[in-house]
């Protein structure tokens, strides 16, 4: 088949469900993964013979995402902060305002000292962690998930990204105290409550894991109290904590710092949402 067939066939089996734009990125990236085709090669090469074998991937990956299954676990990674990372549904996939998260931490040890001590508690992808640990010299890093399966991906991208991270597999909610002291704790736990579940969409719901973004109705805010319990005896002088919230809990969250001690600060994202939070003790 002509890869300008293929496109068209691959537009046409997906467009009551995607919008245009959406279905050509798809395409797109499933073309630079299994053709080593980039989007200008693609529209330079539309007289492109596309062998039998790689018609079947593009049949098993228009399947998957009939079902509403992210692209990014297809094609078995994405991209956070200017890096590969390896995902599957073992862990979640890196959202552009955990980036935004990351560059506000960056921001501000941009001259920081070197040897700083960082924490990422919920890694997941190691994303956070692996990122920090990339574009802060001489840090040390270390992060917690709860799921095995989700740390073996974690590792597996901090080793393919070059970086050192110690990684631990932690029940932070059964943590009584923190092993060492740290100047960074950054966090980006479950936090979408049971009644916000009708705004997902069905990539998020029947794919992402579950134990990674979700928290009862009435206990939103269990994993930042843990952490905040926890970072006020294990912040070095000077020590920060931040954090990815639900915009929907900013003030609720920012209060709940204060009255831990912290002095607490909120900052929007792109969309002007109250998504991030950075705490320092008085």
């Not at 969250?253 to 969309?271: R, S, Y």
Request: with cysteine; net charge negative; proline share 3%.
């Amino acid at each position: 088949m002509l890869l300008s067939h293929l496109k068209m066939q691959f537009i046409d089996q997906l467009k009551d469900e995607f919008p245009t734009t959406e279905i050509e990125s798809f395409f797109h990236l499933l073309t630079e993964k299994y053709l080593g085709m980039r989007r200008i090669d693609v529209a330079l090469n539309t007289g492109y013979e596309v062998s039998e074998e790689d018609e079947l991937l593009f049949e098993k990956a228009l399947k998957r995402l009939k079902d509403h299954e992210p692209v990014q676990y297809i094609i078995g990674e994405t991209e956070f902060y200017g890096m590969k990372f390896k995902v599957n549904r073992n862990v979640l996939i890196p959202r552009p305002e955990t980036e935004e998260l990351v560059d506000w931490v960056l921001k501000d040890h941009e001259d920081g000292k070197p040897g700083l001590k960082i924490l990422d508690i919920g890694t997941g992808s190691g994303c956070i962690a692996i990122s920090l640990a990339k574009e802060i010299a001489d840090c040390k890093a270390m992060a917690f998930d709860i799921s095995s399966k989700a740390l073996e991906m974690a590792k597996i991208n901090a080793e393919e990204n070059e970086v050192d991270v110690e990684f631990q597999e932690v029940d932070i909610l059964q943590k009584e105290k923190l092993d060492d002291f740290y100047d960074i704790i950054v966090s980006n736990p479950p936090y979408v409550r049971e009644l916000e579940k009708k705004e997902m969409h069905k990539n998020v719901l029947n794919h992402e894991p579950t134990q990674a973004l979700y928290v009862e109705d009435s206990n939103a805010l269990v994993f930042y109290e843990k952490i905040a319990a926890l970072a006020k005896d294990s912040l070095r002088e000077n020590g920060v904590l931040y954090f990815e919230i639900n915009q929907y809990l900013a003030e609720e969250t920012k209060k709940m710092l204060e009255n831990f001690g912290f002095e607490a600060e909120l900052k929007k994202d792109i969309f002007e949402n109250y998504r991030m939070l950075k705490a320092k003790r008085k």
